[in-house]
């Protein structure tokens, strides 16, 4: 009968143990399950706000290469207006000369005339003599000034002329 006793006491320890063992694994059943709705939904955030990223992310993108592409097309419409007045140097520079030569001309007939002018004339003819032999100067000097544009000029005296205006 004591045997009965103790294979009854085992059996109801076994019992216990399995309804307790089974009871906690309901909870931990539980917690795993919290735990997997809580990840699903950080990775659904997760999610979300990488989409939100890449939007913003490509419409950054959009906005640079926009201004990159103005920046470009201003640079080639400069350039090309930049190729055409230098191409044009020849011409203008034989305009300067024939414009210089005839203020000089000009200047030399009025001194001509004055040494028979009127005493009041005197006055107005040198007056008109200097203006034309400054305007004369002044052609010269860019007539020079675009012969001087076929030279190259050094890279570093005109990285500070690079300057945007924004």
């Known amino acids: 009968m004591q045997n009965l006793i103790y294979l009854i006491l085992i059996v109801l320890s076994a019992g216990a143990g399995w309804m307790a063992g089974s009871w906690s694994g309901k909870d931990a059943q539980k917690a795993l399950d919290v735990a997997k709705q809580g990840g699903e939904k950080i990775v659904e955030k ?7 990223l890449d939007a913003k992310l490509k419409e950054k993108k959009a906005e ?65 003599i200097a203006d034309l032999q400054a305007k004369a100067r002044s052609d010269q000097a860019e007539s020079r000034g675009n012969v001087c544009v076929k030279e190259r000029v050094p890279a570093d005296l005109l990285a500070d002329l690079r300057v945007e205006k924004l």
């Open 64 to 128: 640079h290469d926009a201004e990159l592409a103005e920046r470009d097309a201003k640079f080639a419409a400069a350039t090309a207006e930049f190729n055409k007045k230098v191409s044009d140097r020849d011409g203008r520079i034989a305009a300067l000369e024939r414009s210089s030569r005839s203020y000089l001309q000009r200047a030399a007939d009025l001194s001509a005339r004055l040494a028979t002018a009127k005493p009041e004339e005197v006055a107005g003819l040198k007056a008109e």
């Open 46 to 52: 997760r999610d979300t706000l990488q989409a939100e």
